[in-house]
């Protein structure tokens, strides 16, 4: 089976994730941290994989339209099994990337 | 066995006239040596009856009042001297208004703290709880000596911030350590333990589940070894210690060894039908929970919900540090306990 | 493109490269075949994301689904999880070998045995304490135990310490220093690089496998016997794919863990090794240990709580992160979906196993705070920092599983071993039930999880079953 390809599906949002959590990442290192989220999630277990292209194309979706943030973040909030731990994984792969390749990154994603 | 002191010149014993207090204060009676007895009886009706429990005696002074005012520790520690040991029973377990167990709890021994710390006092030991604890996560699970705090409900929650409070007085220069019992039983029990003894009769006690949880009991006669251990045990400053039988019986156990105990008594007991499924202990739990958090205490409701819990714990460190030996089982204890309500003409 | 042999093993781990010694050394003509590469060590930063891109399968991000879902990893390499794992060695524990040959009717399993072979193993893969002082992390769970009276020790590893004494400069004896060598030197061949597809099967009987290369491009291996050993996931995942009926992926059973990160007044994280300390004083059902800690990983366990967290992740230096790891009553699923590569993986965690896991976290704290933790976060949404005991008390009432992070790394009892039709999907040797030459020889077989690391039962397990294959002859082919 052929794969879609993920960044243009998880991209838009794992960059919003980013700046979010970590305002002060240079955007250089932000494009590096979101294809290394996508290339990632490329290789996730395929039932996996699935189901995380189409939790993110909701979130995608969301994210596009103005006032679309707000409603993404409430989503998150909201205790619906398996669609919180999306969000999840794309912050998990991005700080693990962060702090792993610039373990002085400051607490708001600055360069130390 | 570890190293002990002799017995104060005065003893101070808070809740009295309570169920371990009286226990407890028996036994000082019989003591040689303890000279001066301090007693705080709750009420004047209280202190009528523990006059009448002390009999004629030298050197027993009975003083009227509440652990939960301040002024009440001042006036029961004013003027004692250094060669003086408090023991802190008193408590409130089954209340009638949730925000008694911080003002009685919490707040007295606070006060206790504070009033033992200005006099000087030798040692102060405070009776805890297993309530701090919560329960055991897995029915074979043991309490150890030293185990996090995770309070059960508003009593559990008012005696850890009492060990809060005992924990910060020996921080600030207080001798003080604490004793915890798991359930306890025996003579001077109140009406609700006969309604125990009624219920294995009638075959009614509600076994949860499989009545595989374990629990960690004591007799109140073991407890009172303990508490006078620990409070004559100079190493045992700034420890916790459970006091409590050798090993935790099931529930099973514990309905079965009853029911001997009242049939070697000449009682008759029917077997036990009582089962409940575990979902209804978790669901009294819930309800217990519920109106504990709108300040309604409901007795029935908190007994049960805890009853689909194991709550056991491990007495060996009490053992090897202050010398803590259980010395009557559970059934010795049980058939003691139903001689002494049977004494007392009290039905079971 | 075709291959043939004798015995064809599926898999190079703890289970595939003990079988193929054992096979090749009897004489046999035996093919192992991996999916993963052949990776040196010390090639790849243990620990790090580049090990999980070439070493783990799908770059260690698989997840067994539930509430909460439970991330696991699996290793995808020559020598599979032991090229990555922590290294650390506990044998099966006498009574448990005892209550699996009881309750699951394993025939001739005599616990001696095994423990003899485990006599073997230890010297063919050289499990050892370290040489010199333990590091920093492994010393805050002796010591916070030691505090506590908690029964604690070090666990010994298949390591080598050719560079002095420092406990973190170890040479791990994973199957490619060890027993993957061995076999190949008594003529097995391995190939990497390919993924089994499917076993053909024909009346009770595999006749051939189908292996897809990265190219594309498929090759048929034929055989007289075949060992899968591709582990408690891929190895049911490959029975179901090729129509094998039975109890095959049903009850598959891991050590659930969730962890903290502690931080101390001192420096002490080691990036790229973990503690060799256990505390086994709630042992089975609650066991602490140390997790690996480089910054990457202490910044994770702080991502469930970040807003608050946060402010902590630059002081990683003085960090290290701790899991509490259950026995669990739970139990979960692999099943394989047609048309689907990977097989969908599921896991319920009980009631009981939530309290334990609560239990366990509070407990793992309060040991951090007797070692001299400064801080404690736990890692759970909605999570309090923890400064002193009543921040404990805090902590437990505010967990629950569902928000918290769980994780496993051990995945077992996916095609138990035994005589019980309705629990084992495999014989007391491991050959699957219904099957004349079908076999599974890796950590599927353990009837239930062991409550420690389960690696060594795995090698013990398959060396047994490998052995009793070749005194038999594999007659019943």
Same mark, same amino acid.
């Given at each position: ?55 993110g ?29 999306y ?25 130390a | ?43 004047t ?106 309070? *059960? ?31 306890? *039983? ?16 009638a ?41 409590a ?5 099931t529930?099973?156990?514990i ?77 010795e ?16 | ?38 990776v ?12 999980m ?53 394993i ?65 791990r ?23 089994i ?33 591709g ?15 039975g ?32 505390v ?37 230096p ?34 009981a ?26 890692s ?27 994780m496993?790394?051990?995945l ?42 389960p ?7 398959a ?11 594999g007659?019943?082919?």
């Amino acid at each position: 089976m052929r794969q879609v390809p993920a960044l243009p599906i998880v991209g838009s949002f794992a960059e919003r994730l980013l700046v979010d959590d970590l305002p002060d990442l240079q955007p250089a290192q932000r494009r590096e941290v979101v294809a290394f989220i996508a290339h990632r999630v490329d290789s996730l277990p395929s039932f996996t994989r699935f189901g995380v292209l189409a939790i993110g194309t909701v979130f995608r979706m969301l994210v596009a339209v103005p006032g679309g943030w707000l409603g993404a973040k409430l989503l998150m909030k909201l205790p619906l099994p398996f669609v919180g731990e999306y969000p999840r994984l794309m912050r998990s792969l991005g700080f693990a990337y962060v702090w792993e390749h610039w373990p002085t990154t400051t607490p708001t994603g600055a360069l130390a | 066995m570890p190293e002990t002191w002799s017995v104060p010149n005065t003893t101070v014993v808070t809740g009295a006239n309570g169920w371990l207090g009286r226990a407890l204060v028996h036994r000082l009676l019989a003591e040689p040596g303890r000279r001066q007895l301090r007693l705080l009886a709750h009420s004047t009706a209280d202190a009528h009856s523990l006059r009448e429990f002390v009999g004629p005696r030298n050197g027993v002074d009975i003083l009227i009042g509440d652990v939960s005012r301040a002024d009440t520790a001042q006036r029961l520690l004013y003027g004692v001297s250094k060669d003086t040991d408090v023991l802190h029973t008193a408590g409130v377990i089954h209340p009638t208004k949730v925000r008694q167990f911080a003002e009685v709890n919490t707040n007295g021994t606070r006060h206790i703290t504070e009033a033992a710390l200005d006099a000087g006092v030798r040692r102060l030991v405070h009776v805890s709880s297993n309530s701090p604890f919560g329960t055991n996560p897995h029915a074979s699970d043991t309490f150890r000596a030293d185990e996090p705090f995770n309070p *059960y409900l508003g009593y559990g929650k008012s005696k850890m911030f009492a060990e809060v409070a005992v924990n910060e007085a020996v921080a600030a220069g207080l001798d003080a350590t604490i004793v915890r019992p798991p359930w306890f *039983y025996g003579p001077f029990q109140p009406p609700r333990q006969t309604t125990f003894f009624r219920m294995v009769r009638a075959g009614k006690f509600p076994v949860i589940g499989k009545g595989d949880q374990r629990r960690s009991m004591v007799y109140v006669d073991n407890l009172v070894d303990g508490i006078l251990a620990a409070e004559l045990t100079p190493a045992a400053r700034g420890n916790g210690y459970w006091i409590a039988d050798a090993r935790a019986y099931t529930v099973n156990e514990i309905v079965e060894t009853v029911g001997r105990a009242l049939v070697d008594e000449g009682l008759s007991v029917k077997p036990p039908t009582t089962h409940l499924p575990t979902l209804a202990a978790r669901v009294a739990e819930t309800g217990d929970r519920v109106l504990q958090a709108v300040g309604v205490y409901q007795q029935q409701l908190h007994v049960l919900g805890e009853m689909g819990h194991t709550i056991a714990c491990d007495i060996s460190r009490s053992t090897a540090e202050i010398g803590y030996e259980p010395k009557v089982e559970l059934y010795e204890g049980m058939r003691r306990s139903i001689r002494w309500c049977l004494d007392q003409g009290l039905e079971l | 493109m075709s291959l043939d042999a004798d015995i064809l093993i599926i898999g190079s781990g703890a289970g595939g490269a003990t079988t193929a010694t054992v096979l090749a050394e009897a004489g046999l003509d035996v093919l192992i075949v991996e999916e993963g590469a052949w990776v040196e060590q010390g090639s790849v930063v243990p620990f790090s994301l580049d090990q999980m891109d070439q070493q783990y399968r799908s770059g260690g991000v698989t997840v067994a689904l539930g509430m909460p879902s439970i991330a696991y990893t699996e290793g995808r390499c020559a020598g599979g999880g032991t090229e990555v794992n922590s290294g650390l060695y506990w044998r099966p524990p006498g009574e448990l070998l005892e209550r699996w040959r009881h309750d699951f009717r394993i025939a001739d399993f005599d616990p001696d045995d095994l423990l003899s072979i485990a006599d073997e193993v230890e010297t063919a893969i050289n499990v050892r304490t370290v040489p010199g002082p333990h590091s920093a992390p492994s010393e805050v769970l002796r010591s916070g135990a030691a505090a506590l009276g908690w029964q604690h020790s070090e666990v010994p590893r298949w390591m080598t310490y050719p560079h002095g004494d420092d406990a973190t400069k170890g040479e791990r004896q994973s199957m490619t220093r060890t027993y993957l060598p061995r076999a190949m030197k008594a003529g097995a061949r391995l190939v990497t690089g390919r993924r089994i597809d499917r076993l053909v099967i024909d009346g009770g009987r595999a006749t051939e496998a189908i292996a897809s290369l990265p190219d594309g491009s498929t090759e048929r291996i034929t055989f007289r016997h075949v060992f899968v050993c591709g582990g408690a996931i891929q190895s049911p995942a490959l029975l179901q794919r090729s129509g094998v009926k039975g109890h095959i992926g049903r009850t598959l059973a891991v050590h659930p863990t969730v962890k903290l990160a502690a931080r101390f007044a001192d420096e002490l994280n080691v990036p790229d090794d973990v503690p060799v300390h256990q505390v086994k004083e709630f042992a089975p059902h609650l066991s602490f240990g140390g997790s690996a800690s480089n910054p990457g990983l202490v910044a994770l366990s702080l991502l469930d709580q970040w807003p608050t967290f946060r402010r902590a992740v630059t002081d990683w230096p003085r960090m290290s992160v701790y899991y509490a790891a259950i026995t669990s009553q739970g139990r979960g699923r692999v099943m394989s979906v047609p048309r689907m590569k990977d097989p969908i993986v599921t896991y319920r965690l009980t009631h009981a196993d939530r309290e334990l896991l609560r239990s366990g976290l509070a407990r793992l704290a309060l040991l951090m705070l007797e070692a001299g933790a400064e801080e404690v976060f736990p890692s759970f949404r909605g999570a309090p920092s923890v400064k002193n005991r009543r921040d404990v008390a805090t902590m437990q009432h505010a967990f629950s599983a569902t928000k918290a992070t769980v994780m496993t790394v051990h995945l077992c009892s996916t095609v138990p071993m035994g005589e019980v039709a309705e629990r084992c999907g495999a014989d007391s040797f491991g050959r699957v039930h219904g099957y004349r030459n079908i076999h599974v020889n890796d950590a599927s077989l353990l009837p239930t999880a062991p409550g420690v690391n389960p690696q060594a039962s795995v090698m013990a397990f398959a060396i047994r079953n490998a052995r009793h294959f070749v005194a038999t002859g594999g007659s019943r082919a």
